[in-house]
């Protein structure tokens, strides 16, 4: 017997060693680099998903529209909405962890001979029965058990309402997303009007210095000035065309970054419409009543108390896996062995299991889950303090680029009557080219000026709404169509200084 073991062993060594070395080879991956032709196609593909499903511009871009651009075609808002489409599925999943398990199996079993077997007495050692068989060489097995563990459905329980917190959190987070990026497009708007309002009166000015810088050139050839007073005049011209085409070339990149933050093609040519006048917002709320709405609305307070109510659900999630686990089964079984005198049957249980080092573990575990709540506290009074503070700052720059904007205003109309005055002055032959063109510079500047500064003074309107966690779009729109959007962010910029000013919306 021991011989035929050796020798059927020994043959059975080749067969496995080359079934391991098929297995070891079909395991073995050769690194494949992408071809030239595939990564076209990716680019072909990613172009047509970035830029292929938007409508077309059609008219000057409005801030709304601007707004309502960015709010439906912008990437990075797109994954924000992706994230909580996920949190929502992982959601339904921990859900249904909550449900009883029901288990289906079958299966199939084949032997090359009989299963006998013999009885021996104890007493004497001899054999007590014949060898005898009471299963066949080929059986056939199904159960369907139903089961249900109700410490599980407790852990289950409170998993689900962690997750459900945490799509919150992501809710909150969608909210801060869409208010950083309403504050760059309205940053981003307001640069390209004052790039588009100064664009020709620029290239006017260039023009003409331009022209006056190739009479200079001509009168030092000729020598009908002075040298020095020749080279004075060319170097006062050369100096307002470089600083000209500074300021042409710092104003060329407002309109391609609000494309890029509208997701607008790279290279598409676009007018934005500029409003009529430069209005000045003003605040009505007094800083308490600020504070208040703040720490209400902001979404970085709102994920912090999801977070401690996470904490807590921990601390009775922790203490649900100390008590004893009890669970229900039901089920029904089949096996087609002939010498059973039952093929079929049912079977119901109760069980109830309980791991006594848990009562060693209870302290630790419970102290742990109430440190990481006391820390979530501790973050959420850090943020009260930090909000407050980005409250007070907010105001006070607001504040601070109205006073600015004020003197700009006053400043450009000197300016501007100034260069009106040298003008005159230059056509009806008083004086030279050179004192309008310097003045038409000064004036430029100045209303390059004004322009920043009522940028900056919208930049720190839309900073204070969002210091207060005001939203710039209603919850509920028409349509995500563009103009059901843009019209939507219309009423909603009304509400929202309704709001600031202290009026119910």
Not at 266 to 293: H, I, N, R, W
Request: glycine share 6%; with cysteine; aromatic share 6%.
């Amino acid at each position: 017997m021991t011989r035929q073991f050796k020798g059927s062993a020994s043959r059975a060594y080749p067969v496995l060693a080359a079934l391991t070395a098929l297995a070891l080879t079909g395991c073995a991956v050769t690194p494949t680099p992408m071809s030239l032709g595939d990564r076209q196609a990716t680019l072909a593909a990613d172009r047509q998903a970035m830029f292929g499903s938007q409508e077309p511009l059609a008219g000057p871009v409005t801030l709304q529209e601007a707004m309502a651009r960015a709010l439906k075609y912008n990437l990075d808002y797109r994954v924000k909405l992706m994230e909580e489409a996920m949190a929502q599925r992982q959601l339904d999943l921990s859900s249904l962890d909550m449900l009883p398990k029901l288990a289906l199996a079958a299966g199939y079993t084949a032997r090359n001979k009989d299963n006998a077997s013999s009885s021996q007495n104890v007493a004497t050692g001899e054999q007590s029965l014949v060898p005898s068989i009471s299963s066949e060489k080929r059986s056939r097995t199904a159960d369907l058990n139903l089961s249900w563990n109700v410490l599980d459905f407790g852990v289950s329980y409170y998993t689900a309402q962690q997750q459900s917190d945490r799509m919150l959190i992501l809710q909150q987070r969608k909210r801060k997303v869409a208010q950083q990026l309403m504050q760059q497009v309205r940053e981003a708007w307001w640069q390209a009007v004052g790039a588009q309002q100064l664009e020709s009166r620029i290239d006017a000015l260039l023009a003409e210095t331009n022209r006056a810088l190739e009479d200079a050139r001509q009168v030092e050839k000729q020598k009908l000035r002075a040298p020095l007073e020749a080279l004075n005049y060319r170097r006062q011209l050369l100096d307002v065309i470089r600083q000209m085409g500074m300021i042409r070339n710092a104003l060329a990149q407002a309109k391609p970054k609000l494309a890029a933050i509208m997701n607008v093609q790279p290279g598409t040519d676009f007018k934005v419409a500029v409003p009529q006048g430069l209005p000045s917002p003003a605040l009505g709320l007094k800083l308490g009543q600020m504070e208040e709405m703040a720490l209400l609305n902001r979404p970085e307070l709102n994920e912090a108390r999801y977070n401690e109510r996470i904490s807590v659900t921990e601390t009775r999630k922790a203490i649900a896996k100390l008590l004893p686990g009890l669970e229900f089964s039901i089920g029904q079984n089949y096996d087609s062995n002939k010498f059973l005198v039952n093929n079929s049957w049912s079977d119901a249980g109760l069980r109830v299991s309980w791991n006594l080092l848990n009562l060693f573990s209870a302290g630790p575990i419970t102290k742990a889950a109430d440190a990481q709540l006391q820390v979530a506290k501790a973050q959420r009074m850090a943020l009260n303090m930090a909000v407050l503070t980005q409250v007070h700052v907010a105001y006070l720059d607001l504040q601070g680029r109205s006073r600015q904007f004020a003197l700009e205003q006053e400043l450009n109309d000197v300016e501007q009557r100034i260069y009106v005055q040298n003008r005159n002055a230059t056509d009806s032959g008083v004086q030279g080219r050179l004192p309008a063109i310097l003045a038409d510079a000064n004036a430029v500047f100045s209303t390059l000026r004004l322009y920043q500064s009522y940028g900056d003074l919208q930049n720190a309107y839309g900073q204070m709404g969002s210091s207060l966690g005001l939203d710039p779009l209603p919850e509920s729109t028409a349509s995500y169509e563009l103009p059901a959007l843009a019209a939507a962010f219309k009423g909603a910029e009304t509400r929202w200084q309704g709001q600031v000013a202290g009026s119910k919306p």
